[in-house]
């Protein structure tokens, strides 16, 4: 299994605007996403594309996961962004408007074909309603190392905007499909970051959300402001609790007397080895983190 990687602040840095390119070195976020997609008029395409040489030179040299959007390979500008970003070898390429495996695939070829490393890893938006129909199939190709897919991205605007459905403080119209997107992640092996909260002045809001993002199940969550990094790393980092609970159940499999065990009591609770391997997996997060 690949070691865990922390992407619970997921920061979108549109690849126009220079006073926010500028502040990267000094963010806290897990990872970085450079648009070239929505955030970018269309009149600055091409000049937001010919930033990328400077925005790699200068990356940042802790811990951050530098990923790049690029449009849709349909539109005109998606195959020469694809084919810039991948000179630079980032951490992920992120593909918007995703609707079928065919999709990843074709990047994928494109990226073999122009000798792309493979720690090139794609990134897919899930933002349309064919992609959340398609979405088992399209997760399955994360179980192939080949196919380069590493993580999905809710595009939750996108959906809005496509399917018509209210936008609410508490996405109740939104949820069943960000459960379906998280189940479908999980049967792929890949990660799952949570849509933006595009009101960035209301930070109790955008706490709440991460909580709810926390508890369905996604591993992080994209952000479009950096004041909203801080709430974000915490949300998605093992709760003081949970890690108190989990090192409690190693301790007691780790008894002499439960070696040969599948099954104890701890505390009036039923705790299986299933259980131990949760533990473990959450210790080795917050190690991972530095929690
Ligand atoms: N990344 C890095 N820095 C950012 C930033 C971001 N996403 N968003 C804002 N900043 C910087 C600003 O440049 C500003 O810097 P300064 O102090 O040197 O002036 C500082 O943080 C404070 O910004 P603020 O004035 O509060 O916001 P703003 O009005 O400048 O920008 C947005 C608001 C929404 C336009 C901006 O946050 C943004 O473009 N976010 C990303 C949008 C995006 O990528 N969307 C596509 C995916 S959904
Ligand atoms: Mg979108």
Sequence with gaps: MEPYRPRRSVLYVPASNDKAL?????????????DLEDAVAPADKIAAREKLAGIFANRPARRC????????????WGADDLLAVAKFEPDGILLSKVATPRDILEVGDVLDDNF???????WAMIETPKALLNIGAIAELGRDPASRLACFVAGTNDLVKDTG????????????WLMQMVLAARAGGLDMLDGVSNDFRDLEAFARECAEGAAMGFDGKTLIHPAQ????????APAPAALAEAQLVKDAFSLAENAGKGVISLNGKMVERLHLAQAEKLLAKAAAIGA
Excluded: G, W
């Design 229 to 236: 990094i801080d709430a974000a790393n915490r949300a998605f």
């Design 116 to 122: 792309a490393p493979d720690s090139v890893k794609l």
């Design 165 to 176: 459905v209210l936008a609410t403080p508490d996405r109740r119209y939104l949820v069943p």
């Design 22 to 34: 500028a502040k990267i070195a000094q963010l806290s976020c897990d990872a970085i996403i450079i």
């Design 65 to 76: 996961e530098m990923v790049v959007r690029v449009n849709a390979l349909a539109s005109e």
